[in-house]
């Protein structure tokens, strides 16, 4: 039996995650569909989503809830995004960010089924070239591997987040330093983050991903 989770708009089933299907009947990546009480479900396969394995991961929070606005760095052809896109349902909105034109022609196809969602081929390090097409957002979550991911994130925020609203980091360690200990660089962005940011909760991702963490954190004032 699918049961709600804790977190708002997240659905379980012993150890499986689960979203609402805003697009019944379709797939995004081969996901599993359960359909119970007349509500369809699609599978959250948490070895291909950073969100879905620090929820795997009893994260406390994420800020993504049902009518949230978000803004999605890093969205590449749409597996996350669109359970995001699910959680946040009609009343929220996606804005869906990447840097490549191969993976985003197939998050287009997703986005065209979704009316809670919008994308932008950007280059993420230059908010400053997007600034006017995005919304003040509830939820900046990133998933970019690129050295400076840190600052990336950070210059986002101060740009796109809302006062209260909640950050979320996914980091790869090897993107930033591909010779040091993922613990080492993990404490590394912690202490970048500090110096701008409140950490409200921090997970790494093994065993569903290796040598990434997740750190969701709210702005200082």
Request: charged content about 25%.
């Amino acid at each position: 039996m699918i049961v709600p989770h804790r977190l708002q708009g997240i659905f379980k089933e012993n150890y499986h995650l689960f979203t609402k299907n805003l697009v019944p009947g379709t797939v995004v990546y081969g996901e599993r569909l359960v359909k119970e009480h007349n509500i369809e479900y699609r599978e959250w396969d948490v070895r291909k989503s950073k969100v879905g394995a620090a929820i795997a991961k009893d994260i406390s929070q994420t800020g993504i809830k049902p009518g949230a606005r978000v803004l999605y760095l890093g969205c590449a052809s749409g597996t996350t995004a669109s359970h995001v896109s699910d959680i946040v349902g009609k009343t929220g909105f996606v804005f869906a960010i990447d840097v490549a034109p191969r993976p985003l022609r197939d998050m287009v196809l997703v986005a065209e089924q979704r009316e809670n969602m919008t994308v932008l081929l950007e280059n993420a390090n230059h908010p400053e070239q997007y600034w006017n097409k995005i919304l003040e957002c509830d939820v900046v979550f990133q998933d970019i591997s690129q050295k400076n991911q840190v600052e990336i994130f950070l210059k986002n925020c101060k740009m796109f987040l809302k006062k209260g609203g909640f950050g979320m980091l996914a980091v790869k360690a090897r993107s930033i330093a591909v010779q040091e200990k993922p613990s080492r660089v993990f404490a590394e962005v912690r202490q970048q983050l500090e110096k701008e940011t409140i950490i409200v909760d921090y997970r790494t991702l093994e065993p569903f991903e290796k040598d990434h963490a997740v750190f969701v954190v709210k702005m200082k004032d």
